[in-house]
C-alpha cells in the first residue's frame, strides 16, 4: 500500500529565511508521480508541482525547489526567501501507476507553515 | 483550461437532512472524478472514485449508501450526503481527470456544517 509520511506538523520561521518541508513516501510500484499541493485559509488546493519516478531530476522554480532522491524515497520542498503570503498547509501527495498524476492520490498529513514578519 | 467547479461552496442544513453537492468539469470531459473528505487540521482522505455511466468505488470504511454519488455525465459528478449529522462536517473536494488520463484538477472544495 502506498503511504505519504510528512513528519512536520508545523513550521514556523521569520520572513526572508529558507525553509525545507520534508516529505517520505511508500510504495510498491515502480511507476508512480509525486505532487506538492499548497492550501491556503480558503482551502482550495493549489497544484505546486508534479514529478514522475523517472526523472530524479531536482527542479527549480522561482523561489521553490524540490529534491526528488530516490535511494532515500524522499521528494523535498524548499522555499527560499519565504515570505508571509507562502504561509499556508503544504501537502505532498503520491499516485500510483502509469497514467501521469491521474490516478487516485493519497496525500501526507500536511505541514502548516506559518512565515511571520 | 481545466477548470473544475463545486457547488455549494458552503452549506449548512440541521442534521437528518440530505446535502448534494455538485463538481462540474468545465472545459473538459471527465471520465473519471474522485470524492476527497478532509476534516479540520487533518489530511485529505480519498472518499470515492466515480466513473461516468458505472457505479462508484468506495474506499474502505466509506458508507457507499450515506454517500451516494453519481456521475451521469462526462461533465458533472454529484455526491449526495444522506441523513447528514454533525459528524459529517467536513470539507469535500472534487477532482477530476480527463479523459486522457493523465492528469487531474482540483475543485475548490465545498465546506459542509451539520448542525
Known amino acids: 500500500a502506498q503511504k505519504v509520511t510528512q513528519a512536520q506538523t508545523e513550521i514556523s520561521v521569520v520572513e526572508k529565511e529558507d525553509v525545507t518541508l520534508d516529505c517520505v513516501y511508500e510504495?510498491?510500484?515502480?511507476?508512480?508521480?509525486l505532487f506538492w499541493y499548497k492550501q491556503p485559509p480558503s482551502g482550495e488546493l493549489v497544484f505546486l508541482i508534479r514529478?514522475?519516478?523517472?526523472?530524479?531530476q531536482n527542479e527549480i522554480s522561482g523561489r521553490y525547489s524540490w529534491n526528488f532522491q530516490k535511494s532515500t524515497s524522499s521528494f523535498n520542498f524548499t522555499i527560499t526567501a519565504s515570505q508571509v503570503v507562502d504561509s499556508a498547509v503544504y501537502f505532498c501527495?503520491?499516485?500510483?501507476?502509469?497514467?501521469?498524476?491521474?490516478?487516485?492520490?493519497?496525500f501526507g498529513t500536511g505541514t502548516q507553515l506559518k512565515v511571520e514578519l | 483550461g481545466a477548470v473544475v467547479s463545486q457547488h455549494p461552496s458552503r452549506v449548512i442544513c440541521k442534521s437528518g437532512t440530505s446535502v448534494k453537492i455538485e463538481c462540474r468539469s468545465l472545459?473538459?470531459?471527465?471520465?473519471?472524478m474522485f470524492w476527497y473528505r478532509q476534516f479540520p487540521k487533518q489530511s485529505l482522505m480519498l472518499m470515492a472514485t466515480?466513473?461516468?455511466?458505472?457505479?462508484?468505488?468506495?474506499e474502505q470504511g466509506v458508507e457507499k449508501d450515506k454517500f451516494l454519488i453519481n456521475h451521469a455525465s462526462l461533465t458533472l459528478s454529484t455526491l449526495t450526503v444522506t441523513s447528514a449529522h454533525p459528524e459529517d462536517s467536513s470539507f469535500y473536494i472534487c477532482?477530476?481527470?480527463?479523459?486522457?488520463?493523465?492528469?487531474?484538477?482540483f475543485g475548490p472544495g465545498t465546506r459542509l456544517t451539520v448542525l
Open positions: 477532482s477530476a481527470r480527463w479523459t486522457s488520463g493523465n492528469e487531474q484538477f
Open positions: 510504495t510498491r510500484d515502480t511507476t508512480y508521480y
Open positions: 514529478r514522475n519516478s523517472f526523472d530524479e
Open positions: 501527495a503520491l499516485s500510483e501507476g502509469i497514467t501521469g498524476g491521474g490516478n487516485k492520490l493519497t
Open positions: 472545459d473538459f470531459q471527465a471520465t473519471t
Open positions: 466515480s466513473n461516468e455511466g458505472s457505479k462508484a468505488t468506495y
